[in-house]
């Protein structure tokens, strides 16, 4: 069974421009998370869908960050316009069945804003 | 904010005992405790969970004290592939996010 798994496993871009990460969830998985670590920090939870649905996204730090599901299937998180403070790692996760079930990661995408 | 307290680091020689602790004294009786790994530049992997009662899979061993303000994950037989940063972590099986903290930076040793 295929893991989580996430693209790019890099990128770098310029203060200001857009990025669009993907995660593709593990199969039949309705829950999915996003996470990030910036810096120097604790790794923080983003936001969790529930197939296409927001379910909690207060870990969004601001509005330049967009998240979508369309379809209940993968997800892209959008940073629009990037901050050098964006960089990071940023990680997504998906489990199975009710919210509180195990998570399972992905390798994450490292971003690096310049 | 983390409900957790972990040593910052340890070290393990190859093929001996890892003892991994974790106080959570404030933790409540429908939390459970979670542990997850990160080796270096790849994603947080999942352990091992329990609630009350001890619990070993392939991986790991978990023992939670009678009163479940403490719990030691113990990797039997170190390999130096086990180096990585282990986060004890608790939280109510319906929470939407994983806390993590700090955690305890493992150092297999030859």
């Known amino acids: 069974e295929a893991g989580v798994t996430q693209f790019p496993s890099h990128s770098v871009i310029e203060k200001g421009q857009t990025v669009t990460l993907r995660c593709d969830p593990i199969?039949?998985?309705?829950?999915l998370y996003w996470y990030r670590r910036v810096m120097g920090k604790e790794i923080k939870f983003l936001l969790h869908f529930v197939k296409e649905s927001k379910q909690d996204e207060s870990g969004m730090p601001n509005n330049r960050f967009l998240a979508e599901r369309t379809g209940g299937t993968y997800s892209t998180l959008k940073v629009q316009p990037a901050e050098l403070e964006d960089s990071g790692v940023y990680f997504c996760a998906s489990s199975q069945g009710r919210p509180g079930e195990t998570q399972y990661f992905g390798p994450g995408t490292r971003l690096l804003v310049l | 904010d983390a409900k957790t307290t972990q040593p910052p680091s340890m070290d393990c020689a190859e093929g001996r005992a890892a003892n991994l602790p974790c106080n959570h004294s404030?933790?409540?009786?429908?939390?459970?405790v979670y542990w997850y790994r990160q080796i270096h530049s790849q994603g947080p992997q999942y352990i091992i969970h329990?609630?009350?009662n001890n619990e070993t899979n392939e991986m790991a061993s978990l023992i939670i004290t009678e009163d479940r303000k403490s719990s030691t994950l113990i990797l039997p037989h170190a390999t130096l592939r086990d180096t990585a940063v282990y986060y004890c972590?608790?939280?109510?099986?319906?929470?939407?996010?994983?806390?993590f903290g700090a955690g305890t930076r493992l150092t297999v040793k030859p």
């Open positions: 404030t933790i409540s009786g429908n939390e459970y």
């Open positions: 329990g609630l009350k």
């Open positions: 199969s039949g998985h309705d829950n």
């Open positions: 972590i608790v939280r109510v099986n319906v929470d939407n996010d994983m806390r």
